[in-house]
């Protein structure tokens, strides 16, 4: 996302706005300051990958990464934003894979998508899910189309982000989501504020991780107080880490 876009919303100033500029944060956090600086060689903010431009860079050689869209035009800007780094990567002297795309496009429902490509031929791999849940239904997709992966691919793992919101769909999307599964999982939240009273505004979010990586829980609970510091709004800041497994 160019700057002046990232500008229209009030999640620039409560959050990379904040954090742009940062020189003593945890590593975690440098990590990802890192990144994004690398992207604005110049020292201003003016690009801000999303979170498919971030996989793209950090993709290791034999990597591949697959991506869906069905937006018309949240699509165009995903093509266009990969084949630019691609182009970037290549004038940089980076030799793609020799067989195949590492990273491919797609405009398809990632939800029905996601069953071709289970199990992956490693029998590794990362899957994030993340619709806008502008609609109510988005909630028992994701519920879905995790248990049905699971299935086929029990030992990958899954990362469901989602948005805490006053809906009750919203509050009650976390412990949906840890009944459904007998993995071990961990749900992580961060807010910036306290809800508005009318429900408008987005202050929270969390992020639902199924057989999470070795020490993530212990780095979030690290790293998590640093960022409420530093994004706090109001007495309403905070964060939560759970993790458990279910055996039923």
């Not at 609970?221 to 960022?227: A, D, F, G, N, S």
Request: proline content about 7%; glycine content about 6%; some cysteine.
């Amino acid at each position: 996302m160019r700057g002046h876009e990232a500008k229209k919303h009030a999640e620039f100033q409560s959050g990379i706005g904040k954090l742009w500029k940062e020189k003593a944060a945890p590593k975690p956090v440098e990590d990802y300051l890192r990144l994004i600086r690398s992207m604005n060689p110049d020292g201003a903010l003016n690009v801000y990958p999303g979170s498919p431009c971030i996989a793209d860079i950090i993709l290791r050689h034999h990597d591949k990464l697959r991506l869906f869209e069905l937006h018309p035009s949240e699509i165009q800007i995903l093509e266009r934003n990969i084949l630019q780094l691609a182009r970037k990567k290549q004038a940089g002297g980076y030799s793609l894979p020799v067989r195949g795309k590492r990273t491919i496009v797609e405009k398809k429902d990632g939800f029905s998508a996601l069953k071709s490509l289970l199990p992956p031929p490693s029998r590794r791999a990362v899957i994030l899910m993340d619709p806008p849940y502008e609609d109510k239904s988005d909630y028992q997709k994701v519920t879905d189309a995790l248990k049905d992966a699971l299935k086929r691919f029990s030992t990958g793992t899954y990362l469901i982000w989602y948005p805490l919101l006053q809906r009750m769909e919203s509050q009650r999307f976390a412990g949906r989501l840890k009944r459904a599964i007998s993995q071990e999982w961990l749900n992580v939240t961060l807010s910036t504020g306290a809800p508005v009273p009318d429900g408008s505004g987005f202050v929270s979010s969390g992020m639902f991780v199924v057989n999470p990586p070795w020490k993530l829980a212990e780095t979030l609970r690290e790293t998590l107080p640093y960022l409420v510091t530093l994004l706090h709004k109001d007495q309403g800041a905070c964060f939560t880490v759970e993790t458990g497994e279910n055996n039923s």
